[in-house]
């Protein structure tokens, strides 16, 4: 037993001497494609070990950390943090593009206030009062379509609120937006051949009608 516990010994220190040198030439090979100096991961703390900061592990010595540096766990990490930085950079890169590539509001010099015409009936089998607007736009931009909205006393900021009244507005550029008051009144917004709401612009005469009937 004991020649038995010889042999075992020297086995166990002839591993030893050969993981030893096996970390030496490890570190001396590094050292000799590495420059330690510009390693964004390494730190040394107060107790003077080594820390790696991406994969959050401490070594003894510089040797250990270098050996740490060529292990599995630790270039996995190298990989995944270099996928990470493309693609962060890939989305920087797109919401640049995207940032210039938008276009700046388009300014138009008004020209002034459109002309129009006004008529005022009262339909002669059901008494509803009706407003027609007739209005002119002969310098409109090409390819565009006057729009109209419907705006509660309470919106509008030009004139102290009425609880009576509404506001009907008419814009197309270049043209100031103009504003007509009426009656604050349920709008009768049936459409169809014989309905009590009805718009057409007419594009060979420039000109956009709108006629309302209140209920």
């Known amino acids: 037993m004991s020649d038995f516990g010889k042999a075992g010994s020297g086995g166990l220190q002839s591993s030893q ?10 570190k001396q090979l590094v050292l000799e494609h590495i420059d330690i100096s510009k390693d964004p991961y390494i730190i040394s703390n107060h107790i003077g070990s080594f820390e790696c900061r991406l994969c959050l592990t401490v070594h003894n010595n510089i040797g250990n950390y270098l050996a740490h540096t060529q292990g599995k766990k630790h270039q996995t990490h190298l990989a995944r943090r270099a996928a990470k ?18 276009i700046a509001p388009k300014k138009t010099i008004k020209i002034g206030r459109p002309g129009y015409k ?35 006393a309470f919106e509008q900021r030009v004139e ?22 009426i009656p604050n009144k349920e709008i009768d917004r049936t459409t169809g051949p014989d309905g009590k709401f009805f718009t057409h612009w007419d594009r060979n005469k420039l000109t956009f009608t709108l006629q309302m009937y209140f209920k």
Not at 17 to 26: L, V
Not at 85 to 102: H, I
């Open 17 to 26: 001497y050969d993981n030893i040198d096996r970390r030496e030439r490890t």
């Open 85 to 102: 930085e493309q693609r962060e950079n890939l989305v920087s890169k797109n919401y640049v593009q995207t940032t210039s590539s938008r």
């Open 118 to 152: 006004i008529i005022k009936q009262r339909d002669s089998k059901t008494g509803q009062l009706s407003l027609l607007f007739q209005i002119d736009y002969p310098e409109i931009e090409s390819g565009l379509q006057p729009r109209y909205r419907i705006m509660s």
């Open 160 to 181: 102290a609120p009425n609880k009576d009244y509404q506001y009907l507005l008419f814009a197309a550029e270049p043209y100031e937006t103009i504003a007509f008051k």
